[in-house]
Structures are given as structure tokens and as C-alpha cells.
């Protein structure tokens, strides 16, 4: 019982984990098949098997709508080990830099989610850096 246990909270975590990329996919209102891309490699190097994906995302959208805040989202990640928040980090990157561009409202959301997960500004800015230059 308790690895079932462990399982649900892993699921939830990675759920909200996904609520929080398809956030930053969504803030643009232009929600594109290359982001959803990024998001599915992004959740499959978290460790959700593929047969899973599918479910996670649909599951994390319902989250993402029914969320007026993004402190729902960030809660579990802030307590992640830097590495992981990394990867996250250069997913949303990879994701707001996918149509070549990123607008007021995507800078804004990266700026407070530094804080929210406790990633230093000079972190932030060299993976952003990295991941506009296409070297990430």
C-alpha cells in the first residue's frame, strides 16, 4: 500500500509539474503542436512513461483551467533538487522560445517563477540565454 501511495503523489506532483509548462505554453494564447512536444519530452525525462503522458496532459489542462494562480503549480517544485528544477527551467524556456519569440507576458510569468522556486536570476538568465541561442 504505501508504494501505491508514493505512486499517486509522484503522479500528482508530475501532474502539476505539467499544469505549470502548459501555463506558460498557454500565456501567449497560441498553443502550439511544437510546445506540446517539448512538454511530452520534458515529462518523459521527469519519468512519466509514455503510455502515460497522454493522460497526464489532459489531466494537467483541466488543472491549468480550473487555476486562477501559479502558486498551485510551483508549491512541490520549489523543494526539488536544482537539477530538477533545471530541467524544468530550460523546458519553459524551450517552450516560450519555440515560435523564436517571447512577449511581455512570458518574461513576466519567468521573472516570478524565479522567486517562487527559488532559482537565482543569473541561473535564469543563462538558460534563457542558451536555450534562445539554440544551444541547449
Known amino acids: 500500500m504505501f ?9 500528482n506532483f508530475l501532474t502539476k509539474v505539467c499544469a505549470l509548462l502548459i501555463h506558460a505554453a498557454k500565456i501567449d494564447e497560441n498553443y502550439t503542436d511544437k510546445e506540446e512536444e ?12 509514455d503510455q ?24 512541490e517544485v520549489k523543494g526539488l533538487p536544482k537539477q530538477d528544477k533545471i530541467k524544468i527551467i530550460k523546458a519553459l524556456w524551450s517552450i516560450i522560445y519555440s515560435n523564436k519569440d517571447a512577449d511581455i507576458y512570458e518574461t513576466n510569468l519567468m521573472r516570478r517563477l524565479a522567486g517562487l522556486i527559488y532559482i537565482d536570476n543569473k541561473t535564469m538568465g543563462d538558460i534563457k540565454e542558451k536555450i534562445k541561442k539554440g544551444s541547449e
Open 38 to 49: 517539448i512538454i511530452k519530452k520534458t515529462l518523459n525525462e521527469l519519468g512519466i512513461e
Open 3 to 11: 508504494f501505491k501511495k508514493e505512486k499517486i503523489k509522484k503522479n
Open 52 to 75: 502515460n503522458i497522454s493522460k497526464t496532459i489532459e489531466e494537467a489542462k483541466i488543472i491549468e483551467e480550473s487555476s486562477n494562480q501559479i502558486l498551485d503549480f510551483t508549491r
